[in-house]
């Protein structure tokens, strides 16, 4: 996979706004807020408009990468013969070696925090059948560990508090930290930063700081990635797709304790 990013970071990720905080006690206080910057970018795939995402405005190449595959429009980077980005970061074109059928002639905005997030290809239509993900051995030493570099914060969400992040990890080393206003951005950014590096992420495990409904298990399972943890919580769908799939699901990360909802491989007897 190529990519060509003329974008030169054209625009800052954190913007500062003046802001009055009114209090309880009628009095006020002035104060210059830092705000995350919201970015709109348009995905063009083989010359069709197929997605316009609204994220954070960095490491949009790898969204982009991380997003196809996470949603099963390629298998792996050596399916995409390149992605460019314009110098302006809001408009990313795409030309798959293997061309695909895009159903969709009206796009919509792919919001930038929610379930159900969309890409606009006919997935179910690309002939590829899902198989369960092969779970690796894991220690609890590690998920600590990870657990503890998360309490200490990220540099975009301790200036603002608006910012989900995403870990790629690799046993107890953290290869790659990303952030956006998405945690479906900040994970597909993740993946995408290991596409771009070569990173076999089917050896790697994945720690997002938001919640875990079923379309982010989803992703995990569609780029085989064996295991997802979280500091927040599943829902009832995620728990039974990972059972399906085989995929390790630990979730309420904190440096004092974890919950197993899926272990494949009973590394936790219990």
Same mark, same amino acid.
């Given at each position: 996979? &190529?990519?060509?990013?003329?974008?030169?970071?054209?625009?800052?990720e =954190?913007?500062?706004?003046?802001?009055?905080?009114?209090k309880?006690?009628?009095?006020?206080?002035q104060?210059?807020?830092h705000? &995350? %910057?919201?970015?709109?970018?348009d995905?063009?795939?083989?010359? &069709?408009?197929?997605?316009? /995402?609204v994220?954070?405005?960095s !490491?949009l190449?790898?969204?982009?990468? *991380?997003?196809l595959?996470?949603e099963?429009? #390629?298998?792996?980077?050596?399916?995409?013969?390149?992605?460019?980005?314009?110098?302006? *970061?809001?408009?990313?074109?795409?030309?798959l070696?293997?061309k695909?059928?895009?159903?969709?002639?009206?796009?919509d905005? #792919?919001p930038?925090?929610?379930?159900?997030?969309?890409?606009f290809?006919a997935?179910? &239509?690309?002939?590829?059948?899902?198989? +369960?993900?092969? +779970?690796?051995?894991?220690?609890?030493s590690?998920?600590?560990?990870? %657990?503890?570099?998360?309490?200490?914060?990220?540099?975009?969400h301790?200036?603002?508090? *608006?910012? !989900?992040?995403?870990?790629?990890?690799?046993?107890?080393?953290?290869?790659?930290?990303?952030?956006?206003?998405?945690?479906?951005?900040?994970?597909?950014?993740?993946?995408?930063?290991?596409?771009?590096d070569?990173?076999?992420?089917?050896?790697?495990?994945?720690?997002?700081?938001?919640? #875990?409904? =079923?379309? /982010?298990?989803?992703k995990?399972?569609? %780029?085989? =990635?064996?295991?997802?943890?979280?500091?927040?919580? +599943?829902?009832?769908?995620? #728990?039974?797709?990972?059972?399906?799939?085989?995929?390790?699901?630990?979730?309420?990360?904190? +440096?004092?304790?974890?919950?197993?909802?899926?272990d494949?491989? !009973?590394? =936790?007897e !219990?």
């Amino acid at each position: 996979m &190529q990519s060509f990013d003329k974008s030169a970071d054209s625009k800052t990720e =954190i913007e500062s706004y003046h802001a009055c905080i009114v209090k309880r006690d009628g009095t006020y206080q002035q104060k210059d807020e830092h705000l &995350q %910057a919201e970015h709109t970018l348009d995905v063009y795939i083989d010359g &069709q408009l197929s997605m316009r /995402m609204v994220c954070s405005p960095s !490491h949009l190449v790898e969204l982009v990468s *991380g997003r196809l595959l996470t949603e099963g429009v #390629v298998a792996d980077a050596s399916d995409i013969e390149f992605v460019y980005l314009c110098e302006y *970061g809001t408009v990313a074109r795409v030309l798959l070696k293997k061309k695909i059928a895009l159903e969709h002639t009206n796009v919509d905005t #792919v919001p930038s925090c929610c379930t159900g997030n969309k890409i606009f290809a006919a997935i179910e &239509q690309l002939g590829r059948t899902y198989q +369960p993900v092969t +779970p690796r051995i894991w220690q609890p030493s590690w998920i600590f560990s990870v %657990a503890d570099t998360f309490a200490a914060d990220t540099p975009m969400h301790k200036k603002t508090f *608006g910012a !989900h992040s995403c870990y790629l990890v690799k046993d107890d080393r953290i290869l790659y930290v990303c952030e956006d206003l998405s945690r479906h951005n900040a994970f597909d950014k993740v993946v995408g930063c290991a596409m771009r590096d070569g990173v076999n992420i089917k050896e790697c495990f994945i720690y997002t700081s938001g919640r #875990v409904p =079923i379309d /982010m298990a989803s992703k995990a399972i569609r %780029a085989g =990635i064996p295991l997802l943890m979280s500091k927040a919580v +599943p829902t009832d769908l995620t #728990v039974e797709l990972a059972k399906r799939y085989q995929l390790t699901l630990l979730c309420a990360a904190h +440096p004092d304790s974890f919950t197993v909802y899926n272990d494949p491989l !009973h590394i =936790i007897e !219990h």
